[in-house]
Nanobody
Framework: QVQLVESGGGLVQPGGSLRLSCAAS????????MGWYRQAPGKQRELVAS???????DYTDSVKGRFAISRDNAKNTVDLQMNSLKPEDTAVYYC????????????WGQGTQVTVSS
C-alpha cells in the first residue's frame, strides 16, 4: 500500500506565492525521483519540476526563476515553492514518484488545486 498526499494549494492573487508539499507513505522503496505535474482544464498534464535523489533538478521553461523544488530524502517528501504566480499557473498540481526495482514504479497523488486570480 502506497500513498501520496499533496497539500498547500489554494487561491492566491497574481504575484503571490504558495508552497506545495507532498508526503510519500506506505510501501515505497528506492525512490529515484519526485516531481510535480500540473493539469489545467482541457489541457494535457505537464511536468512542472522534478528532482532526483542526487539533487538534480529540472523545470519547465515557463516556471524557471519562479518555482523551486526541494526534497527530503529521509522523510520522502517533496515541496514546490511557487513565487510570482500568474493566472496561467492555475491548474491541479499532482505529486509524482518514481520508485521501486529499477525505478520502474510510478505513483501519483490525487492533486491539489492552485488558482491564481484577482
Amino acid at each position: 500500500q502506497v500513498q501520496l498526499v499533496e497539500s498547500g494549494g489554494g487561491l492566491v492573487q497574481p504575484g503571490g506565492s504558495l508552497r506545495l508539499s507532498c508526503a510519500a507513505s506506505g510501501s515505497f522503496f528506492n525512490i529515484a525521483a519526485m516531481g510535480w505535474y500540473r493539469q489545467a482544464p482541457g489541457k494535457q498534464r505537464e511536468l512542472v519540476a522534478s528532482i532526483t535523489t542526487g539533487g538534480s533538478t529540472d523545470y519547465t521553461d515557463s516556471v524557471k526563476g519562479r518555482f523551486a523544488i526541494s526534497r527530503d530524502n529521509a522523510k520522502n517528501t517533496v515541496d514546490l515553492q511557487m513565487n510570482s504566480l500568474k493566472p496561467e499557473d492555475t491548474a491541479v498540481y499532482y505529486c509524482n514518484v518514481v520508485w521501486g526495482l529499477a525505478a520502474r514504479a510510478r505513483s501519483w497523488g490525487q492533486g491539489t488545486q492552485v488558482t491564481v486570480s484577482s
